[in-house]
């Protein structure tokens, strides 16, 4: 192949979504008359078989090292792309790709003239741009055959036992003495009135007996070490600590139960209890006549905007199961909106109501009063709002109601794993729709109340998937990361560290360097397994000591400097 | 002493029987959604909204408001069917609008209530009379269908029939 750059430009009229507004026929004539172009050619689709063999047939034939492509977005085809250049033997870094679609054509329908203009701009930055790109290599890491799942909870339980099950070595750590998390404290499961044992204790069994786990009881987590593929993580069981190296984390630390303490008489009189108090304290639900249950407290308020998802239906289990016991009990629910969303949730809702529990609606701006003589709570008066005035309900059991709260080691967690917290504090998915059990840092996955409070049904389901996604980098083996990465130039490096706070993927990190043969000093390092070349180090270095290859100094300036 | 525990008794019972027929008729399948409310004719007829008075505040004021029936915004309703047709739950209003009078006059509650001048049955609620009274009258001879039950009217008019020897069309002396 000779040394000279041969560029072959490839026009795409992407239907009508480009041809219909930029003059394609036009572009392609001007791209002939750019430096270095061998060939220019318009498809109609530049994407379908047709297409992609007279790329590859040019690039033979023409002996092209260098590919444009100026179609619709490269967040959908680049790669298509790259890898048809793969196939007819070229580096796939040696493409580049030029966005009309998005750019040109469909935010310029009304100016086919300008769009067409810009559209040659566009193409000619890209071929300015293409002559300097270098054949590189991606890279490729290993990845270890083992997970690490956080938190023995009713999710980590799941993750793990699925991730056993597929064949991998999985770590359950634990930092309680005992397995099954808030899941033990639970009288009945909704809607079913089960014993929550009768679904956790197989699940522990299988568990405990599996030859692929190993449970690390009453285990602190201290810290974490590497990327996907190579974590090494560091624990402490029983006093002493030791390393675990994984290849993928699932967190699954859950969240806790908020404890209102100080408001509706909780605290002050013993007969006004948390659901979860009630639940564990409580072994059956005979001998309370007059219940009274309060919904909502301490959460969607101005501390806690979110709602607890599933109070609602622990509110109606306990009001079933005391009506059950107890038919003539005067069980009534203060809400101030019932939320039943979920499988079969109406049914149990409709249940209730035909239970004759009542419900009674009540204002955020007049909260229900409890109040009693010494210990015990002996009424609660509450503003009802359809009558417009307030009533007293006799009561001999409170229950208040109250939301999830994240775990309160969250922020610690967050800050050694570099994994984001959401402004309620718990921890943030890579993306709430598409990427919900994903952090963005790749290897790290999140399932259960540690993300947002889950019943036990969103809690399996979004375990499962994150188990199932946790061994897609370890049933490939190796993890392959894109070459456009950045890399630190470690001497024009002034350690302002910028680039460690700005990365959202907690890629770079402090090395030393020897500067003479006894002295050293501190830089920034980039760990290449980690960046995603989103170049927002490149962008906030002061020193310019990181370049993001794909996008270089030099590249950029050629693309503003081919003005016309 | 004696009166007073009859008295407590009979309210105790009136209360058992309004729970029954609450029962019944699927009150409690309410889920405050308001659609009762908002097809409500009342306003129509009394000229302002009372929100006392819509279905779904008599059903919560009989279920946490034992007072509530000495009140007369319950004689309202004029049991039009309006709610009970588009309530998504399948409450049935309406017929519990009618038993829950007739309980109440049973148990001697009469203060609101208008009765055949006739034989004394329940007719119609004092509100519903006053209203009728003032787009019915105008002295046209309609207000006199406001006083007697439908029995007492046939009956009256089948009497009057035979005395005038089976002739059918004539009118009352």
């Known amino acids: ?84 250049c793969e196939r007819a033997g070229l580096n796939k870094y040696l493409f580049e790709f030029v966005n009309l679609r998005e750019h040109c054509s469909w935010v310029h329908m009304d100016k086919p003239l300008e769009a067409t203009m810009k559209a040659k701009d566009l193409v000619r930055m890209g071929v300015a741009k293409v002559s300097l790109l270098r054949p590189q290599e991606d890279l490729a890491t290993e990845v270890l055959q083992a997970a690490l799942v956080l938190g023995g909870g009713i999710s980590g339980l799941s993750a793990a036992l699925s991730l056993a099950n597929q064949g991998y070595q999985v770590e359950l750590v634990e930092k309680e003495q005992e397995l099954g998390g808030l899941l033990r404290f639970v009288n009945r499961v909704f809607p079913t009135h089960q014993p929550p044992t009768d679904l956790l204790n197989p699940l522990i069994d299988s568990i405990l007996n599996h030859e692929r786990i190993r449970v690390h009881l009453g285990a602190e987590f201290l810290a974490v070490k590497g990327f996907v593929g190579n974590f090494t993580i560091t624990i402490r069981e029983n006093g002493e600590s030791q390393d675990l190296n994984v290849g993928t984390i699932i967190v699954a630390v859950g969240a806790q139960v908020h404890r209102p303490a100080g408001t509706f008489g909780y605290g002050r009189f013993d007969n006004v209890l948390t659901q979860l108090d009630f639940e564990q304290r409580c072994g059956n639900y005979e001998g309370f006549d007059r219940v009274v249950i309060v919904n909502c407290v301490g959460a969607r308020n101005e501390e806690r905007s979110y709602c607890g998802r599933f109070c609602c239906i622990v509110a109606l289990k306990n009001a079933i199961l005391l009506k059950e016991a107890n038919p003539g009990a005067e069980v009534t629910i203060l809400h101030r909106d019932m939320m039943a969303v979920g499988k079969f949730y109406e049914d149990y809702y409709r249940r209730a109501l035909d239970a004759g529990i009542k419900f009674v609606r009540y204002r955020k701006d007049l909260p229900p009063r409890v109040e009693g003589a010494g ?87 979004q375990s499962l998937a994150a188990a199932t996604k946790a061994a897609i980098p370890m049933a490939r083996g190796k993890v392959v990361s894109d070459a456009f990465i950045s890399e630190v130039d470690s001497i024009q490096c002034s350690a302002c ?68 | 002493m004696q009166t007073a525990l009859t008295k407590e008794r009979r309210a105790s019972d009136l209360r058992k029987e309004i729970q029954g027929l609450v029962a019944q008729h699927h009150l409690n399948l309410c889920l405050e959604c308001g659609k009762c409310s908002a097809v409500c004719p009342m306003v129509d007829f009394y000229g302002e909204y009372v929100h006392t008075r819509c279905t779904r505040s008599v059903v919560e004021r009989l279920c946490f408001d034992p007072d509530s ?46 009765f055949c001048k006739a034989c004394g049955a329940y007719l119609m609620p004092k509100k519903q009379l006053e209203y009728l009274e003032a787009t019915l009258g105008n002295g046209n001879g309609n207000q006199e269908l406001l006083y007697e039950c439908p029995n007492c009217k046939k009956g009256r008019f089948v009497f009057n029939m035979a005395r005038a020897g089976g002739v059918i069309w004539r009118n009352n002396p």
Not at chain 1, 426 to 450: M, N, T, W, Y
Request: charged share 20%.
């Open chain 1, 497 to 564: 560290g910028r680039c460690l706070d700005i990365c959202p993927f907690g890629a770079v990190d402090w090395a030393e360097v020897r500067t003479s043969d006894h002295a050293t000093r501190k830089a920034a390092k980039l760990n290449p397994a980690e960046c995603k070349g989103c170049g927002l180090c490149t962008a906030s270095c002061l020193s310019r000591a990181i370049r993001l290859s794909g996008f270089t100094d030099g590249q950029i300036f050629a693309m503003i400097g081919s003005q016309r």
């Open chain 2, 69 to 114: 029936i000495d009140d007369e915004a319950i004689w309202y309703c004029w049991a039009c069917m309006e709610c009970t047709f588009y309530c998504p739950s399948g409450v049935d209003f309406q017929n519990f609008m009618m038993g829950f009078r007739q309980l109440l006059v049973s148990h001697g509650y009469s203060e609101y209530a208008h």
């Open chain 1, 375 to 461: 210990t015990r709570a002996e009424n609660v008066k509450v503003f009802h709002t359809l009558m417009g005035k307030e009533i007293e309900l006799d009561v001999d059991l409170v229950l208040l109601t109250t939301p999830l709260v994240p775990a309160t080691d969250n922020p610690v967690l967050s800050r050694m794993m570099k994994i984001p917290l959401g402004m309620d504090g718990f921890f943030l998915e890579a993306h709430q729709k598409l990427r919900p059990v994903e952090f963005p840092g790749d290897g790290i996955f999140v399932a259960g109340c540690s993300r947002y409070p889950a019943d036990m049904s969103d809690s399996i389901g």
């Open chain 1, 1 to 84: 192949m000779s040394d000279s750059t041969r560029v072959g430009v490839f026009v795409c009229h992407c239907g009508t979504n480009i041809g219909g507004i930029v003059n394609v026929p036009e572009v392609v004539e001007y791209s002939r008359t750019l430096p270095c172009v061998e060939c220019a050619e318009g498809n109609l689709y530049t994407c379908s078989e047709d297409g992609l063999s007279s790329i590859r047939n040019k690039i033979k034939e023409l002996r092209l090292n260098r590919v444009v492509v100026a179609s619709c977005t490269p967040r959908t085809h680049e790669t298509l792309f790259r890898k048809n």
